[in-house]
């Protein structure tokens, strides 16, 4: 399946703008570092075309959100001139608008539909494991169907309803976007720590294949 993590699949509507530094940004910076010291945010040439993977978003007044940059993946300590701020979103109209000195991410929409259904949720994280996707039935947890692929409409619907369905869930793994999961909760740290927390287990389930000696487990470790 070959996944390209960078390609805008909404109707954007973009302005140049200064890189704003809102309250909270530092706390969210220094997880986005982490995830990506972890591999679960980050750039391979050998993963999905070479392409960056792996965003997080922090909900501001108004109905926005700061949210990383498109191909922002392959840089280990981002700056705040490497945020977007995305001013409007709707999902249901595959159209969002947003401004920064770079565009927003790929999966902005699906950032926006954590937040539509859930007003609770001030912080998203998009990471990749390939450990934890592999073993999201394993590890009983909601799942976006294989057939919806990352960046549409459709995954934004899929999205907010799991979100409703799950409220104390905060994980969700996206089956169509290969390696993909997104995590959420009230501060940048619930949601980035529920990330590290599943991959964990995840490396768990794995050791404890290794450990009976099964053949056939397909988990990876990521990163």
């Known amino acids: 399946m070959a996944e390209q993590e960078g390609v805008i699949k909404f109707r954007l509507d973009y302005q140049v703008a200064p890189a ?25 040439g050998a993963r999905y075309d070479g392409l960056g993977y792996g965003n ?5 007044d108004a109905g926005s959100f700061l949210i990383t940059g498109t191909q922002t993946g392959h840089i280990p300590q981002l700056t705040a001139a490497h945020y977007a701020c995305v001013l409007q979103a709707r999902p249901d109209q595959n159209y969002l608008s947003a401004e920064g000195p770079l565009p927003p991410s790929s999966e902005a929409l ?11 949720v001030c912080c998203v994280a ?12 394993a590890l009983k947890l909601p799942c976006v169907e ?19 369905s799950h409220p104390g869930q905060g994980v969700i793994v996206m089956l169509g976007h290969r390696d993909g999961l997104l995590t959420y ?16 287990k995840a490396l768990s389930l794995a050791d404890s294949f290794e450990s009976k000696g099964e053949v056939g487990n397909d988990s ?4």
């Open 20 to 44: 704003r530094i809102e309250a909270g940004f530092a706390e969210l910076n220094a997880w986005r570092s982490l995830l990506w010291r972890l591999g679960m945010i980050g750039q391979d």
């Open 185 to 200: 909760g009230q501060t940048p740290e619930q949601a980035c720590w529920l990330m590290t927390r599943w991959l964990a």
């Open 220 to 223: 990876a470790h990521s990163g």
């Open 56 to 60: 997080l978003s922090l909900r501001l």
């Open 126 to 137: 998009h990471g990749h494991s390939p450990g934890v996707w592999r073993n999201a039935v």
């Open 110 to 120: 699906t950032h926006a539909a954590v937040y539509s259904a859930n007003p609770t």
């Open 146 to 164: 294989a057939g919806i692929a990352y960046g549409t409409p459709a995954m934004a619907q899929a999205v907010g309803a799991l979100v409703e």
